[in-house]
Every structure is written in structure tokens, then in C-alpha cells.
């Protein structure tokens, strides 16, 4: 089955810098990534996603690459905000099959 | 839009009753369900997945006789812990899709078994 790596599983950046996390994935035929936000004592939001035949997708200070060939895939948060602190995850999926999601990342934003 | 809720939002019980969890897509129509089970510090583990009249699909480990799922209609699926017990106490969270790959998550309800 689908297994996804996730690294860094802790990040801590300044406000205003950029944080990455990466992600690596086993399974080629995988062609869904979307990444969720989830604060303490809620449930995961999502807050972006690509698809398979997109290399890049920007969302304002948010934005996910995607290399198939490597298998893997990234999230980049510029001009992070103490807002922006929560744990990150990572995660794929083959279509509509269930998501395969990875360990998380604990961003925290310092003011 | 893509709202999804959960109720009760938190719940403490006895050892050895039985409680059920709401999940319901607010605005949209929701062909598949999921069930996820998270403990402190840890990811999302999928519990089962459901799909509108039909019976839940489990993950390998997951006791169906414990763990009840209805998906009724296209906007609600339920989950009961029976009998539960101390090590049933965790953080549940469902997640719908309504034909599409992207899951939307409720907000969670955590479970308190003394």
C-alpha cells in the first residue's frame, strides 16, 4: 500500500520567514495531494491540494509543488504569521480510494 | 462551503456504555464517510469508511461489533462505541466527500471513558 513520509516534524521559524515541509510518497499511480491544518483540539482543515497533472498551485501566501518523478511534494508558507502555528499533514491517494496521510508537522510561528 | 459538523463535540461516559457520534455534511450531499481515530501527538488513523446504504468498510484491526457505523442518509453517518472502555477514550473525527476526491473534516469529538 501507499506510504507518505513527511519531514520536518517539528519547524520553527521567526514570523515573516517561509517555512517548507516535505513529503515523499511510495506510490506511483497516487494522483491526489492535499495538505491540512489542524489546530489543537480540532479537526483537520484543508488548505490546499493538487492534483497529479499539476506541477505547481499557488493560493495567496500558500503554495504546493509536486515532482512525480521523485514522488514527492511540498508546501511552502511565505511570510508566516503566530497564526499560521499548527500541526501540518500531508497526504495521497490513488483517485477516490482513502487517503494515506503522513506523520504531521508542528509549525510554530514565533512573534 | 464543504461544512461538515460533529456531535457531541466532547463526551465522558461510564466504562461499559454505549455512545454514538454524529457526522453531517451541512451543504452538500455526501456519497462517502470516513472514520478516523487520533491519539495525542499522533496522525489520522482510519477507522472505516461508509458509503449511503451500504454497510461500513473496516480497516484491518478495527472491530466492527465495536465500533457501529450507520450511514443512513447522504448527509448523516453515525458511530457507536459499544461497551466502551478506558482505551476507547481518543479523539474521533469524521470526514465526507460528496464525489470528489477532497475530504472535509468535522471539527471532532473527544471521548472520555472513566
Known amino acids: 500500500g501507499e506510504n507518505v513520509e513527511q519531514h520536518p516534524s517539528t519547524l520553527s521559524v521567526q514570523e515573516g520567514d517561509s517555512a517548507v515541509i516535505k513529503c515523499t510518497y511510495s506510490?506511483?499511480?497516487?494522483?491526489?495531494f492535499p495538505w491540512y491544518k489542524q489546530e489543537l483540539g480540532k479537526g483537520p482543515q484543508l488548505i490546499i491540494d493538487?492534483?497529479?497533472?499539476?506541477g505547481e498551485k499557488k493560493d495567496q501566501r500558500i503554495a504546493v509543488t509536486l515532482n512525480k518523478t521523485a514522488k514527492h511534494f511540498s508546501l511552502h508558507i511565505t511570510e508566516t504569521q503566530p497564526e499560521d502555528s499548527a500541526v501540518y499533514f500531508c497526504a495521497a491517494s490513488k483517485g477516490y480510494s482513502t487517503l494515506t496521510f503522513g506523520k504531521g508537522t508542528m509549525l510554530l510561528v514565533s512573534p | 462551503g464543504a461544512v461538515v459538523s460533529q456531535h457531541p463535540s466532547w463526551v465522558i461516559c461510564k466504562s461499559g456504555t454505549s455512545v454514538k457520534i454524529e457526522c453531517r455534511s451541512l451543504?452538500?450531499?455526501?456519497?462517502?464517510m470516513f472514520w478516523y481515530r487520533q491519539f495525542p501527538k499522533q496522525s489520522l488513523m482510519l477507522m472505516a469508511t461508509?458509503?449511503?446504504?451500504?454497510?461500513?468498510?473496516?480497516e484491518q484491526g478495527v472491530e466492527k461489533d465495536k465500533f457501529l457505523i450507520n450511514h443512513a442518509s447522504l448527509t448523516l453517518s453515525t458511530l457507536t462505541v459499544t461497551s466502551a472502555h478506558p482505551e476507547d477514550s481518543s479523539f474521533y473525527i469524521c470526514s465526507a466527500t460528496g464525489g470528489e476526491e477532497t475530504q472535509y473534516f468535522g471539527p471532532g469529538t473527544r471521548l472520555l471513558v472513566l
Open positions: 506510490d506511483s499511480a497516487s494522483n491526489y
Open positions: 451543504d452538500f450531499q455526501a456519497t462517502t
Open positions: 461508509s458509503n449511503e446504504g451500504s454497510k461500513a468498510t473496516y
Open positions: 493538487i492534483r497529479s497533472n499539476v
